[in-house]
């Protein structure tokens, strides 16, 4: 090898030299803030789990505000923001959440929930204000309804899933697609806490005095010391 080409040969390695060090120093510096970033999320699932509420919420806040665009920070903020009855502003963290992973039944699941919990809300303040008990139709959010309906199609096994849908078309007096969502419950997993009380008050409304007795005999097989 002459000269010409040894020099060649050593500008060439150290080009390929110096682009792996930029990149090993691109990742361990990426690696960095994604763990900056977790710490963040680690604490407000810490503190939510503890039922610290606010201080989940703060923790929370600074996750999505270092790194929005990943889904479950936005999620557990939502999730947050509605056990603190701040249904608006978790909406909107929620829909961010299922607008980048919308085949996540949880996200699904729970955007529908808020959405749910923040009509009926409005429809027991309004109903303080007026002096009226309104119809219970009035607090289901179609939208809500919608999104738990998505839920259930996403993961058929959802059952927290399955009886919020029931206890919504109830309030719609839409018993028979009640009855499906808590019959399904009840077959995926017969020991499901209530599971049996909710279909004996079903069954009297439908007027089945016999299976709504039944359900009642089924539950307290199940949960003696509740009956």
Same mark, same amino acid.
Request: charged content about 25%; glycine content about 4%; aromatic content about 10%.
């Given at each position: 090898?002459?000269?010409?080409?040894?020099?060649?040969?050593?500008?060439?390695?150290?080009?390929?030299? %110096?682009?792996?060090?930029?990149? &090993?120093?691109?990742?361990?510096?990426?690696?960095?803030?994604?763990? &900056?970033? +977790?710490? =963040?999320?680690?604490?407000?699932?810490?503190?939510?789990?503890?039922?610290?509420?606010?201080?989940?919420?703060?923790?929370?806040?600074?996750?999505?505000?270092?790194?929005?665009?990943?889904? +479950?920070?936005?999620?557990?903020?939502?999730?947050?923001?509605?056990?603190?009855?701040?249904?608006?502003?978790?909406?909107? =963290?929620?829909?961010?959440?299922?607008?980048?992973?919308?085949?996540?039944?949880?996200?699904? !699941?729970?955007?529908?929930?808020?959405? %749910?919990?923040? +009509?009926?809300?409005?429809?027991?303040?309004?109903?303080?204000?007026?002096?009226?008990?309104?119809?219970?139709?009035?607090?289901?959010?179609?939208?809500?309804?919608?999104?738990?309906?998505?839920?259930?199609?996403?993961?058929?096994? =959802?059952?927290?899933?399955?009886?919020?849908?029931?206890?919504? !078309?109830?309030?719609?007096?839409?018993?028979?697609?009640?009855?499906?969502?808590?019959?399904?419950?009840?077959?995926?997993?017969?020991?499901?806490?209530?599971? =049996?009380?909710?279909?004996?008050?079903? !069954?009297?409304?439908?007027?089945?005095?016999?299976?709504?007795?039944?359900?009642?005999?089924?539950?307290?097989? !199940?949960?003696?010391?509740? &009956?």
């Amino acid at each position: 090898m002459n000269n010409k080409s040894t020099v060649l040969y050593r500008r060439l390695f150290l080009k390929q030299l %110096l682009n792996r060090l930029f990149l &090993a120093g691109s990742l361990l510096f990426c690696g960095n803030i994604l763990l &900056a970033e +977790s710490i =963040h999320y680690l604490e407000a699932k810490k503190k939510f789990d503890k039922g610290e509420y606010l201080l989940a919420m703060l923790a929370a806040q600074r996750a999505v505000k270092e790194y929005g665009e990943q889904a +479950s920070y936005r999620y557990l903020y939502g999730v947050i923001l509605t056990e603190l009855k701040q249904f608006s502003e978790a909406e909107i =963290h929620l829909r961010k959440a299922v607008s980048l992973e919308p085949a996540n039944a949880e996200f699904q !699941y729970r955007l529908g929930t808020a959405l %749910l919990d923040q +009509s009926q809300t409005v429809m027991k303040l309004r109903s303080i204000r007026v002096g009226l008990n309104l119809s219970r139709s009035e607090g289901i959010d179609p939208e809500g309804l919608k999104v738990l309906e998505k839920t259930v199609e996403l993961d058929s096994n =959802h059952l927290e899933a399955r009886i919020r849908l029931g206890k919504a !078309y109830t309030d719609q007096n839409r018993f028979d697609e009640t009855l499906v969502q808590f019959k399904t419950v009840a077959q995926k997993a017969p020991r499901y806490p209530q599971i =049996h009380s909710y279909l004996a008050i079903l !069954y009297l409304e439908l007027g089945m005095a016999i299976k709504a007795i039944q359900e009642l005999t089924t539950e307290v097989k !199940y949960y003696p010391d509740d &009956a």
